[in-house]
């Protein structure tokens, strides 16, 4: 099976098997997606991401009102991330990522309409 998947804003996903004239997945519709692995939740806000990485013993650090950080006592990893949710960057998902083996990963979400 090849093709795409795409992703309405009523729930419905449907796989189409070619780019025809009704789909087509331009850059701006491509996006990257932090998911929890273990209960495969995206993670779509920072109170979301926050429940997680606190069951996973990160704690919010609050040293620098410009920035979200989570610290993990038992190591030396500081989380860093921008106030707005919005303005989450790939890189920093592929941080949390490193910093949390097994329990994350990127993923690319396509055609949001």
Avoid: A
Wanted: overall charge positive; charged content about 25%; aromatic content about 12%.
């Amino acid at each position: 099976m090849s093709g795409f998947w795409v992703f309405k804003q009523n729930g419905v996903v449907q796989l189409v098997e070619s780019l025809g004239s009704e789909y087509s997945c331009q850059g701006s519709n491509r996006r990257k997606v932090l998911v929890h692995v273990p209960t495969n939740e995206m993670v779509t806000s920072y109170p979301v991401l926050e429940r997680i990485l606190s069951s996973h013993g990160w704690e919010r650090y609050y040293d620098d009102p410009d920035l979200l950080q989570f610290h993990k006592r038992s190591t030396v990893h500081l989380i860093s991330l921008p106030r707005d949710f919005n303005k989450l960057k790939p890189m920093q998902m592929y941080d949390i990522v490193v910093k949390n083996r097994n329990m994350f990963e990127v993923r690319d979400m396509y055609c949001l309409r």
